[in-house]
């Protein structure tokens, strides 16, 4: 889980236009997947997608 997380937030690094077009998409996905995830990778995640 930890690793396709990180691959997405990879690529949205690459380019932020990638957050603003799909950020909610994300963010809903990764919340999903909060409880299996690493919290390191999901603190991450709402680093990245700004929540």
């Given at each position: 889980m930890d690793l396709s997380i990180v691959?997405?937030?990879d690529v949205i690094e690459h380019d932020p236009a990638m957050a603003d077009q799909h950020g909610?998409?994300?963010r809903d996905l990764f919340a999903?997947?909060?409880?299996?995830a690493s919290?390191?990778?999901i603190?991450?995640?709402?680093?990245?997608?700004?929540q």
């Amino acid at each position: 889980m930890d690793l396709s997380i990180v691959n997405e937030l990879d690529v949205i690094e690459h380019d932020p236009a990638m957050a603003d077009q799909h950020g909610p998409y994300f963010r809903d996905l990764f919340a999903s997947w909060a409880p299996i995830a690493s919290e390191q990778v999901i603190r991450d995640a709402q680093r990245v997608l700004r929540q």
